[in-house]
């Protein structure tokens, strides 16, 4: 089932964007870092909807050429998704919430998750050079169940980002806490 993601909402008049920070980030600068992060994620959003027409596709339908430019994109766009995200917006929280109980623990919990995606990538990119190729190797179960995995995961994470991680860098409102950030559910 493909999820639906609305528009993040506009960047702008939040306590980052409102006036230069303490570490010289203009607001311009923040805008354009956030456009790059929306770009990236409705790239990462695109690549999960090419994944999601392969899975469905699957096993007599799915398109080979499909299967090795999805493998060619896979890595490379999650890699760079994750180095944005952790520059940009881990950072920034990191600077504008660092006293904000668990919240750390959070950030350090993303940063995990991205080391383990970017490994499953690797693998979801084995797995779809091998189809591509017309190799029986993993089964078409197998590469149903591998791709649906990573683009539901990307999904959420993306989600997460763009409904709890950015309104805080934009809402000026300090008191987020870490507990409702855990209970968003997200």
């Known amino acids: 089932m493909r999820t639906s993601f609305s528009s993040p909402a506009p960047l702008g ?3 980052v964007m409102s006036e230069e920070s303490e570490a010289g980030v203009s ?4 805008a354009a870092m956030a456009g790059s992060l929306n770009a990236v994620w409705y790239e990462q959003l695109a690549l999960c909807d090419m994944l999601e027409a392969l899975a469905d596709g699957l096993p007599d339908r799915a398109d080979r050429g ?3 430019e999805a493998a060619e994109a896979i890595s490379g766009l999650l890699a760079r998704a994750h180095r944005l995200e952790e520059s940009v917006l881990f950072a920034n929280i990191a600077r504008y919430y660092g006293r904000c109980p668990g919240l750390s623990q959070i950030i350090s919990r993303l940063r995990h998750d991205h080391i383990a995606d970017q490994a499953y990538a690797e ?3 084995d797995a779809l050079t091998a189809h591509g190729r017309g190799l029986a190797k993993p089964s078409a179960e197998t590469l149903g169940y591998m791709l649906r ?7 959420r994470h ?3 980002d763009m409904e ?7 809402s000026g409102e300090p008191d987020v806490s870490a507990d409702k950030i855990n209970r968003s559910g997200i």
């Open 66 to 68: 499909m299967c090795l």
């Open 158 to 160: 993306i989600r997460f």
């Open 164 to 170: 709890v991680l950015l309104p805080l860098l934009t």
């Open 27 to 30: 607001a311009a600068a923040f």
């Open 13 to 15: 008049g939040g306590r």
């Open 123 to 125: 693998e979801l990119h």
């Open 149 to 155: 995995a990573f683009f539901e995961n990307i999904r």
